[in-house]
């Protein structure tokens, strides 16, 4: 495969980092309530950038102040099928206080853009409109037609945003066939080696909530069927429980690669992935299944047993996993505490193989010869699993050329969140390359 991809007359990184920083100061803080500002303002500044540009955006609202933006691009080959390229304009909350800087400033500090967002995923968003408008106005389109999304509620479960367009605006996304979004094409280093992990996959939602009964009571008398107890011991059940390894394709491939650049003889799955350090935590996620009980709710007062206790187990399961997934759930918190699923979304895996993922690895490879490009199963969703309920082949391509001692994956709804000046130039050149290629 050849990387010789000629460098292009005008120049995709002029406005990346300014429009990065934009959106940062936009707060579009999504707190799953309805409560947060909403994404309107973030719509109209993404709207705006690109009509400048020449394209007629549509900003559409599912509910008051949840806006997506939606554009077409034509591509020089009108005849192919359109490539659908999204982000989303939301972000989890940041408390102030946490922060060695205001989470919505959008500073640059030592050659860092600082905020919410700067990862997750407002980075990606400025790439694609720094990218789109220096083609527009060099009269370069991309190879293939193209249509550009701008999702509310990602951070949500995307029911204002993804999974609401599929449902009430179809027409706008299904010609496309393939997908590329967030989380993937990011750096990291094996073996003293770069390796890029391109997302080919990831892993289902199961969001539950455990409720157990029993009696309520004086909190000086004998009480066997108390409901604290009985939460308590199936949380303490599912802590302890250590779900089997399972990698399926594309972790079978990435543990091969971690093999090839450490020359590793160990047919040990976790400590293939220890090697990724820090990034561990995520990647390691990708080859089991996962619960964390996160919330617990029981009781009003000291000297009174409640009738009830409550808490929430944030599930993730592998693709082919979900029904054993939900069998082992019901084992372990034992007859008397119940599940009620409160979200659950599916699991995806696409080959990683064919033109796009030749296209992915030319433009990488094209800024970066010497490096290693690989897939992985996200631990988290995105906006991918709305998008292939209409059948699209799905990755995850944000591509970042990241310092070997950032704890990258750390920054994921973490406190200072932040994204390297030089990797935000870095992507928009790859991504430039890629929709030549695409």
């Known amino acids: 495969m050849s990387t010789h991809i000629a460098r292009p007359s005008y120049d995709p990184?002029?406005?990346?980092?300014?429009?990065?920083?934009?959106?940062?100061?936009?707060?579009t803080s999504n707190y799953g309530d309805d409560s947060g500002p909403g994404e309107r303002k973030a719509a109209e500044?993404?709207?705006?950038?690109?009509?400048?540009?020449?394209?007629?955006?549509?900003?559409?609202?599912?509910?008051?102040?949840?806006?997506?933006?939606?554009?077409?691009?034509d591509g020089a080959d009108g005849s192919a099928a359109p490539l659908l390229v999204h982000g989303h304009l939301d972000v989890v909350p940041a408390r102030p206080e946490d922060w060695s800087v205001d989470p919505f400033s959008g500073e640059v500090i030592d050659d860092y853009v600082w905020g919410r967002?700067?990862?997750?995923?407002?980075?990606?968003?400025?790439?694609?409109?720094?990218?789109?408008?220096?083609r527009q106005r060099a009269g370069a389109p991309p190879r293939r037609p193209v249509v550009l999304a701008f999702t509310a509620d990602e951070e949500a479960g995307s029911r204002h945003g993804a999974h609401w367009l599929v449902d009430e605006h179809p027409d706008w996304v299904a010609d496309c066939t393939e997908a590329v979004g967030e989380v993937g094409g990011f750096s990291t280093e094996v073996g003293g080696q770069r390796l890029y992990l391109v997302e080919s996959g990831e892993k289902g939602m199961s969001w539950m909530r455990l409720t157990a009964r029993g009696a309520a009571g004086?909190?000086?008398?004998?009480?066997?069927?108390?409901?604290?107890?009985?939460?308590?011991?199936?949380?303490?059940?599912?802590?302890?429980?250590?779900?089997?390894?399972?990698?399926?394709?594309?972790?079978?491939?990435?543990?091969?690669?971690?093999?090839?650049?450490?020359g590793?003889?160990?047919?040990?799955?976790?400590?293939?992935?220890?090697?990724?350090?820090?990034?561990?935590?995520?990647?390691?996620?990708?080859?089991?299944?996962t619960t964390n009980p996160t919330m617990l709710e029981a009781g009003y007062k000291v000297n009174v047993v409640p009738g009830e206790a409550h808490a929430h187990v944030d599930g993730r399961f592998l693709p082919g996993q979900a029904d054993a997934f939900a069998e082992r759930m019901r084992a372990?918190?034992?007859e008397r505490v119940t599940i009620e699923v409160e979200t659950h979304?599916?699991?995806?895996?696409?080959?990683?193989?064919?033109?796009?993922?030749?296209?992915?690895?030319?433009?990488?490879?094209?800024?970066?010869?010497?490096?290693?490009?690989?897939?992985?199963?996200?631990?988290?969703?995105?906006?991918?699993k709305a998008w292939s309920r209409l059948g699209m082949a799905t990755y995850g391509f944000t591509p970042?050329?990241?310092?070997?001692?950032?704890?990258?994956?750390?920054?994921?709804?973490?406190?200072?969140?932040?994204?390297?000046?030089?990797?935000?130039?870095?992507?928009?050149?790859?991504?430039?390359r890629f929709l030549d290629l695409a």
């Open 332 to 334: 372990l918190v034992g």
């Open 345 to 384: 979304d599916v699991a995806l895996e696409t080959e990683f193989s064919g033109d796009l993922v030749d296209a992915m690895t030319t433009s990488l490879l094209a800024e970066d010869p010497d490096a290693h490009v690989a897939p992985f199963l996200m631990s988290g969703g995105t906006d991918a």
């Open 218 to 262: 004086h909190g000086s008398m004998r009480h066997p069927d108390n409901a604290v107890t009985s939460l308590a011991a199936a949380i303490a059940a599912i802590g302890a429980y250590e779900w089997p390894v399972q990698p399926g394709p594309s972790m079978q491939r990435l543990l091969e690669k971690v093999r090839e650049l450490t």
């Open 117 to 134: 967002g700067a990862v997750d995923m407002k980075d990606f968003d400025a790439m694609l409109l720094s990218v789109v408008r220096a």
């Open 400 to 432: 970042l050329r990241l310092p070997g001692d950032l704890d990258f994956t750390a920054l994921f709804h973490g406190v200072d969140e932040r994204v390297p000046v030089d990797a935000l130039r870095f992507g928009a050149r790859v991504l430039d």
């Open 13 to 27: 990184t002029t406005e990346v980092v300014e429009h990065c920083r934009e959106l940062i100061r936009i707060d």
């Open 45 to 73: 500044y993404v709207a705006g950038q690109l009509a400048d540009a020449g394209l007629q955006p549509q900003v559409i609202e599912s509910g008051p102040g949840r806006a997506n933006v939606l554009a077409n691009w």
């Open 264 to 289: 590793s003889a160990s047919d040990d799955p976790d400590r293939l992935i220890a090697e990724f350090g820090p990034s561990a935590r995520m990647i390691g996620a990708g080859i089991r299944n």
